[in-house]
């Protein structure tokens, strides 16, 4: 009889010790990110343990064909700490992980504890990978994203709903074109694609640099007031807009809001 009442008390600290720890354990489910550069993995949870950050990983890629997760992945939070992966759930590191037919697939990415009082962390593979996988600005203590930041002349700007466009004319000058990229953080792709179409020649496209900033200026000459794109495909971000010679024209490019209409989850929130 003792025996049995000992093995009882045990097995009844065991489940409150149990219980004691998943009730420590805080879970964010689909958080919310700032930015991303892929849409292969994404986030689906992140729980944190007293010893551990786990990341649930949503995978959607080409049916049959592999990706790949690097052994060099971390994390940094928003204080700049960095957390070395510790190993992967249902996928090694550093091997080929092949899809299924559906092209979807799930497994853990597990890291050390974050620190107390973090409030977003940045994944990333490593500089030293190529093409690596990013995530920017994963909220920890929000459901929202900090209020976005605009330059002071966007806030201020009125719009004249009775403005026209000048009558179209062959006019040579030059165009000025100057922009940003919006939350941009180091380590996002820098390459912002300026397409401008010439009634001559038609669409020329020109690449620059970000500065460490986001920001970007170009000037180039034209014919007459034309339409214009820029894009960076490693965001996923564009804008159109018009250059006109002579003229200066603005152009923002929304990272986040790339990032939401890329990704898996607010879509079902929404439908």
Known sequence: MKKINLLSGLMLMALMLLASCAKDNRVIEKPVFLASNTTSIEVSKVTLTDSTTVLD?????????????????????????????????????????????????????????????????????????????????????????????????????????????????????????????????????????????NPLSGYENVELKCEADGSFTHTLPVLATSKAYAYNNGMGVHGEFFVAPGQTSEVYLNTREGARLRSKFPAEKAA
């Open 57 to 197: 990983i949503f995978a959607r890629y080409r049916p049959k064909y592999w990706i790949r997760i690097a052994g060099s992945s971390y994390l940094t939070d928003d204080k700049g700490q960095t957390y070395p992966i510790q190993k992967g759930v249902g996928i090694e590191l550093d091997k080929e992980f092949w899809m299924p037919e559906s092209g979807e697939a799930e497994f853990q990415l597990v890291f050390p504890r974050l620190r107390n009082g973090a409030k977003y962390f940045h994944f990333s593979e490593g500089p030293e990978v190529e093409g690596p996988f990013c995530i920017w600005g994963v909220q920890l203590k929000s459901d929202q994203l900090p209020e976005l930041q605009l330059p002071k002349d966007i806030l201020a700007h009125t719009v004249n709903k009775e403005a026209v466009l000048d009558a179209p004319e062959l006019k040579f000058g030059e165009a000025t074109i100057k922009g940003k990229m919006l939350d941009f953080q180091p380590g996002m792709p820098d390459a912002v694609n300026i397409v401008v179409y």
